[in-house]
């Protein structure tokens, strides 16, 4: 059952950022929360054509989001069934994917293409992109990083909290999800 429900909000997550005919919320000038300039150009590139998603957490990077179970290889039909990565912290309630997304570039990610709130970041250098589609307050909260690897590649983590009763708010998550951009593109720069 527990399976089941993070692959449907996994999926759901995936199509509402993914979804180009969403209302479209803010972008990255508009938002109240401020963003980071972007850098001018990667610091080199970090292809994703040979990475598997469930090698981009080392077992103590696991640790810091208190995973307790290995990460469960899956596809994402919304991003050409590439690989994705579900790592589970039932201590938590939270968790953590990571989508290897190999057909479109950060530039995609734009309030034109996507249902959320955007605000640009740097991870480690790389152009970076965090979203996050408000939901109604009975909902759990979620928010996604993309992080531009590549050309017309992105690295697309995201955090959620699962669970009876939402109980993290958007600065938690956002902070979460950034925290495992960080985390993965530390492990892809030290695998190339």
Request: one cysteine or more.
């Amino acid at each position: 059952m527990f399976d089941k429900t993070v692959r449907t909000l996994v999926s759901a997550v995936t199509l509402a950022i993914a979804c180009t005919a969403c209302q479209q919320l803010v972008d990255g000038e508009a938002s109240t929360l401020p963003s980071a300039p972007l850098p001018a150009q990667r610091p080199r590139d970090l292809p994703l054509d040979k990475v598997a998603p469930c090698q981009l957490l080392t077992p103590e990077q696991q640790r810091d989001f208190a995973i307790n179970a290995p990460g469960r290889p899956e596809t994402s039909p919304t991003f050409d069934n590439g690989p994705v990565c579900n790592y589970s912290s039932e201590v938590q309630s939270t968790g953590v994917s990571f989508t290897l997304v190999k057909n479109k570039g950060i530039d995609f990610f734009t309030k034109n293409n996507v249902n959320a709130e955007l605000r640009d970041l740097d991870i480690r250098g790389f152009r970076a992109r965090e979203m996050f589609t408000p939901l109604a307050p009975e909902l759990w909260a979620f928010c996604t990083v993309v992080v531009d690897t590549a050309k017309d590649q992105v690295l697309h983590a995201m955090f959620s909290e699962r669970g009876n009763t939402p109980r993290l708010t958007r600065e938690q998550v956002c902070a979460k999800a950034k925290q495992g951009a960080e985390a993965a593109v530390t492990t892809l720069m030290a695998m190339r």
